[in-house]
Structure formats: structure tokens, C-alpha cells
């Protein structure tokens, strides 16, 4: 990931609306969810929701997908794995050791 990229995203995910939807939709896995269950479970308005949804799909953290007239969101796994390298490529500086990645148990990092 590019650090325009990476700061991109980590501006998308810096508004409580937006980083509420995204774990939303990380918790949702693949099947994503609809705009309005969305805009339910937050209690944000559809107009607000959406140009939250917005921000999230510019970012490139969400895939959108119309279904009639209902979209439904999903997170991009791979940009957020993509994120989640970027901030963590200097982790024990640059130690190949396995126990050293920030997501073994035992990483000092």
C-alpha cells in the first residue's frame, strides 16, 4: 500500500460514523450489509449515512454492489489487511522471525 493510500484510509476511518459502519461491515465478513440495516444499527439518517458510505468507498475500505434499489456494502479485506502491513512493516525492525509479526501472540511490538 502506497502512504497516500494508507492516509486515505486512515482519514475515512478517523470519523466515529465511519469507523462504526466499517467494523459493521468487517463483523458482517463477506455477505456485507444493506445501506438501511446499516443506517439502522448506527441510528444515523439515510442522507448522512450515505455520504459516510461515500468517504469509506473513496478510501477503498468498502465494495458497494446494487441490488435493485438497495446497495449493499462490504469491507475490503484486502485493503484493510493492505492497511494493517503498511502500519505494522517496520514492526521489530524488520525481523523475518514468525513471532515477531504483530499478529502472533507473543509480538513485543
Do not use: W
Not at 441510528?43 to 449515512?49: H, R
Not at 484486502?78 to 524488520?94: F, P
Amino acid at each position: 500500500m502506497e502512504t497516500k493510500n494508507a492516509i486515505a484510509a486512515l482519514t475515512a476511518l478517523g470519523h466515529a460514523t465511519r469507523l462504526a459502519a466499517f467494523r459493521l461491515l468487517v463483523e458482517a465478513g463477506p455477505a456485507g450489509r444493506m445501506a438501511g440495516d446499516i443506517g439502522t444499527a448506527l441510528q444515523v439518517p439515510p442522507a448522512t449515512l450515505s455520504f459516510h458510505l461515500k468517504e469509506l468507498l473513496q478510501a477503498g475500505l468498502v465494495e458497494s454492489e446494487s441490488q435493485g434499489r438497495n446497495v449493499c456494502y462490504r469491507a475490503n479485506f484486502s485493503a484493510m489487511t493492505g492497511l494493517i502491513e503498511y502500519l505494522t512493516h517496520n514492526c521489530c525492525a524488520g525481523s523475518p522471525d514468525p513471532a515477531c509479526s504483530p499478529t502472533s501472540p507473543d509480538c513485543a511490538c
